[in-house]
């Protein structure tokens, strides 16, 4: 499965950005998709997950209740919808999917088999 992360850009505090994860090759609708992130000089951190069906999605907490997570098995697509952005939110973002099929996610990155490229977002305060 190939991934592309796309729609970000620079924002101010306060404001919203709707991240795209594009799948193209393998099936899309079987694999979980994952959200990272990963900031200057810090290391990847899981951001929040969608298994394959949708019937489970998770966040890490401190984008809890601003972040919303959904996929389109139709369009190939997921989407990462944030709102109320703050400066600590700034990063890289990238999607991914684990090799295994029909699962939940995971917030462990070393359990995700197919990355696809970052999109920049920042946020001025």
């Known amino acids: 499965v190939q991934l592309q992360a796309s729609g970000g850009g620079s924002v101010q505090t306060g404001g919203s950005l709707k991240l795209s994860c594009s799948a193209s090759?393998?099936?899309?609708?079987?694999?979980?998709i994952g959200w990272f992130r990963q900031a200057p000089g810090k290391e990847r951190e899981f951001v929040g997950a969608?298994?394959?069906?949708?019937?489970?999605?998770f966040y890490k907490d401190v984008v809890k209740g601003r972040f919303t997570i959904s996929r389109d098995n139709a369009e190939n697509t997921a989407y990462l919808q944030m709102n109320e952005l703050k400066p600590e939110d700034t990063a890289v973002y990238y999607c991914?999917?684990?090799?295994?099929?029909?699962?939940?996610?995971?917030?462990?990155?070393?359990?995700?088999?197919?990355w696809g490229r970052g999109t920049q977002v920042t946020v001025s305060s």
């Open positions: 969608v298994s394959w069906n949708s019937e489970v999605i």
């Open positions: 991914a999917a684990p090799a295994r099929t029909f699962s939940y996610g995971s917030g462990f990155a070393e359990e995700y088999a197919y």
């Open positions: 090759g393998g099936t899309f609708s079987d694999h979980a």
